[in-house]
Nanobody, 128 residues
Framework: QVQVVESGGGLVQAGGSLNLSCTVS????????MGWFRQPPGKEREGASC????????YYSDSVKGRFTISRDNAKKRLYLQMNSLKPEDTATYYC?????????????????????WGQGTQVTVST
């Protein structure tokens, strides 16, 4: 059974930075593309950034491109998201998941969705 723990969120002023972490167990971590998704208050979950299993390919949504950097440590089974120049519209609960990744898109993998493997997420709040 896959278990996911996201951490690193918090309250930060606009322009500040946060570094999110995601630890995954019950999954052959280095065999999967991984990604970060976020769910703003009252809205649906959306993709933010994804990375291939070998860190060669990355995807960023237009809203975070140039400000966020995704990375992973396969030995530690951890996924990271460095968030700089944060804006109030980045306020959301952030989740990690295994993904289906292409050049122009990233979505939760069918297996992840089927088994509802989502963790509790980590809350990011950006104040003005």
């Amino acid at each position: 059974q896959v278990q996911v723990v996201e951490s690193g969120g918090g309250l930060v002023q606009a322009g500040g930075s946060l570094n999110l972490s995601c630890t995954v167990s019950g999954l052959t971590f280095d065999g999967y593309h991984m990604g970060w998704f976020r769910q703003p208050p009252g809205k649906e979950r959306e993709g933010a950034s994804c990375i291939s299993w070998n860190s060669i390919a990355t995807y960023y949504s237009d809203s975070v491109k140039g400000r966020f950097t995704i990375s992973r440590d396969n030995a530690k089974k951890r996924l990271y998201l460095q968030m700089n120049s944060l804006k109030p519209e980045d306020t959301a609960t952030y989740y990690c998941a295994s993904v289906t990744l292409s050049r122009n898109s990233c979505s939760p993998s069918p297996t992840w969705t089927l088994h509802n493997s989502w963790g509790q997420g980590t809350q990011v709040t950006v104040s003005t």
